[in-house]
Nanobody, 124 residues
Framework: VQLQASGGGLVQAGGSLRLSCAAS????????LGWFRQAPGMEREFVSA????????RYADSVKGRFAISKDTAKNTVFLQMNNLKPEDTAVYYC??????????????????WGQGTLVTVSS
């Protein structure tokens, strides 16, 4: 499965963006898909994840109540709606897939298939 992330851009603080992660070459059924982000000089950080079959979700504390992950099974795509963006949300956002147990879903080392990343810049 190949992943293509898109939707990043420049937005003012308080604004919104919607990221997409489109899969090709196979179905996301049975996979867990995660969103991670990495700011310059920082470790890759978990943002959110979803069970593509079933829809269970998880969020990092830093984005709870502001971000929402969702899926479109027919389009084989996962979305990340980001509202009330803050300058500290500035990073390259990546989507990735895994089949790891849900308790490990926030561990980026457990993901083995990554998209190319999309840059989100939030100005103050």
């Amino acid at each position: 499965v190949q992943l293509q992330a898109s939707g990043g851009g420049l937005v003012q603080a308080g604004g919104s963006l919607r990221l997409s992660c489109a899969a090709s070459g196979g179905s996301l059924s049975g996979y867990r898909l995660g969103w991670f982000r990495q700011a310059p000089g920082m470790e890759r950080e978990f943002v959110s994840a979803i069970m593509f079959s079933g829809g269970t979700t998880r969020y990092a504390d830093s984005v709870k109540g502001r971000f929402a992950i969702s899926k479109d099974t027919a389009k084989n795509t996962v979305f990340l709606q980001m509202n009330n963006l803050k300058p500290e949300d500035t990073a390259v956002y990546y989507c990735a897939t895994t089949r790891i147990v849900w308790s490990e879903i926030a561990n980026h080392k457990q993901y083995y298939n990554w998209g190319q990343g999309t840059l989100v810049t939030v100005s103050s």
